[in-house]
């Protein structure tokens, strides 16, 4: 079975409808009518009483509230989350990289590693973490391991289908001209 890209699929025929230089008023506020109406009907369901205000506070009381807050110590801890956030995904990428080039570069590897991971890789991240808690315990570590496992799945598999996909007649000419494996890895899978 042949794989087809994304690339390869033919595109829509341009319209023969004259093309507008400048977007009609009704294709810019097509994508707010939604959110408007959302919001209005918020701010009708809390003002009539729909809802208790502990399920559905009125838009001004999160308003104030989100004023308040920012006065707050919510920067700090906002801070916090993306410090740990880029210590999390800088793991996850690096280590869905260099799992998934190592996959993709060996075949033995792959048909050794790739089952497992593909098993462990179907159980949704959420399900992990009571296993995760037992192992790392609550705290700083857990979210970390939580994120980093999030992360290493989907750029472990992309990073795999990268390499392993990589241009077959370039593979070819460096395997006739004896490129070493250092040489092929630089020039077919990173760049």
Known sequence: ???VSLLSLPLPAPS????QRW???NHRLLPWLLPTLLFSLWWLASRNHWMSEQILPAPTLVWSSALELSQGELWSHLWISLQRLFW????GISAGAVLGAALGFSRRLERLVFPTFAGLAQVPTLAWIPLFMVFF???EVLKLVVLIKAIV???TLHTLVGVRDAQPKLREAAAVLRLPRHL???RLGIC
Do not use: F, N, Y
């Not at 999390?88 to 793991?91: E, F, M, P, S």
């Open 1 to 3: 079975m042949a794989r």
């Open 137 to 139: 315990g609550i705290g």
């Open 23 to 25: 977007p009609s008023l």
């Open 153 to 155: 799945v989907p750029v």
């Open 184 to 186: 092929l890895i630089r």
């Open 16 to 19: 023969l409808e004259s093309k």
């Open 88 to 91: 999390g995904l800088l793991a």
